[in-house]
């Protein structure tokens, strides 16, 4: 099979995780935790980072972090992996969806201020596969109802929205290291903001609030999370990032590759780019238009009989029992992307061949 999206292992992980295992620095104290936060941070140009366990954790902890709680409603995509809406949950609080782009699949922000209301809080505009949302918009209506912005940036890592990297826009941002992003430590996020008292507050509660105190023993103001990354998948975090800007020169190069070969079949919709923004393209996706000859999920089963790997995109979360009863808007878009949309192979290290000839199966 060619895959979907595997890991990219080809730095200095083993020397380094090593290196860990050498010293015993294994657990959440450890030089690489404090780099891979520097590290970071210094990469998407944002003051502060601080690790989590997961892109889901680094959500809870944005929530949490803000103050969003019970009686509060989030503005959210349903077309999104289920995290943030988990999220918003794992708070107390209500998501409210909001219909997506047809073009881009994300966040349609023209939509948002239809859904406000008393209880809204925040927004949590999802990067769907890459592409940004328009941040200058959802920035402008959060100012204006004074909300806040946290944006998922876990399949975004490279994308940049008008010359800043997304995840960087908000109030805070949230990253995941996946083993299909486009960066991995197996399992990890990372959050990020340019607030100092919001970045100390993160940590503090990622951390299970403890103060030491001066006789060693341990401290607890507040209820804390025990939200934060061991050194050792930190150390694999500092080796995976130190060729992030290979791995995302590949990731559109593949893209671009793709587009070619795709570009003349009729009934097949390829991603866009807007202007001002940059796309790393983390799933290469497409949507399945009328005019091809079969629907996607027949495609789906016919790519996997030829040794491909393919995914349907995201179904929508409105539709599923947790949430079906949350309020939204007109989710015409949403409904009918998520029938058509189809992620193919888009591995760092997927061979032009491959792309070839998964391009030649949907000539086909």
């Not at 690790?51 to 995509?77: F, P, W």
């Not at 918003?88 to 406000?116: H, N, Q, S």
């Not at 507050?201 to 030491?212: E, G, H, I, M």
């Not at 949507?287 to 491909?308: A, F, M, P, Q």
Request: proline content about 4%.
């Amino acid at each position: 099979m060619i895959p979907l999206c595997i890991p990219e292992v080809k730095g200095n992980e083993w020397k380094y995780i090593k290196e860990c295992l050498d010293t015993n620095w294994v657990s959440s104290v450890g030089s690489y935790v404090d780099k891979f936060e520097n590290d970071f941070a210094s990469f998407v140009k944002s003051k502060n980072a601080i690790v989590t366990m997961n892109g889901t954790a680094a959500l809870e902890l944005a929530l949490r972090t803000l103050g969003v709680g019970e009686g509060d409603e989030v503005i959210v995509s349903s077309l999104t992996f289920i995290s943030p809406v988990n999220a918003i949950r794992y708070v107390g609080a209500e998501p409210v969806f909001v219909d997506v782009c047809r073009d881009t699949w994300v966040m349609d922000a023209d939509k948002i201020e239809d859904l406000i209301t008393t209880k809204t809080k925040a927004i949590i505009p999802v990067h769907i596969y890459g592409h940004p949302v328009d941040m200058d918009k959802v920035m402008e209506i959060a100012k204006k109802h004074n909300l806040f912005v946290i944006e998922d940036a876990t399949e975004s890592l490279g994308s940049i929205h008008k010359d800043k990297a997304t995840g960087t826009i908000g109030h805070m941002g949230c990253f995941s290291f996946n083993g299909n992003k486009l960066i991995t430590t197996g399992a990890g996020g990372m959050l990020v903001t340019n607030d100092e008292e919001l970045s100390r507050k993160a940590k503090y509660l990622s951390t299970q609030t403890k103060t030491v105190l001066e006789n060693g023993a341990f401290y607890h103001e507040e209820i804390g999370y025990n939200f934060r990354m061991p050194n050792v998948l930190a150390a694999m975090g500092c080796a995976q990032l130190e060729n992030v800007d290979e791995y995302i020169k590949d990731k559109r190069e593949h893209a671009s590759i793709y587009n070619k070969l795709l570009k003349d079949i009729k009934g097949i919709r390829l991603p866009i780019e807007k202007e001002g923004c940059k796309n790393v393209y983390w799933l290469y996706s497409v949507t399945v238009e009328e005019e091809y000859y079969i629907d996607r999920d027949k495609l789906i089963k016919k790519l996997k009989d030829n040794g491909v790997d393919s995914r349907p995109f995201f179904m929508p979360v409105h539709k599923m029992p947790p949430y079906k009863d949350c309020r939204h808007g007109d989710m015409s878009v949403t409904d009918e992307v998520a029938m058509r949309g189809i992620n193919l192979p888009s591995s760092v290290g997927i061979k032009t061949d491959d792309i070839s000839f998964i391009c030649n199966l949907l000539r086909k």
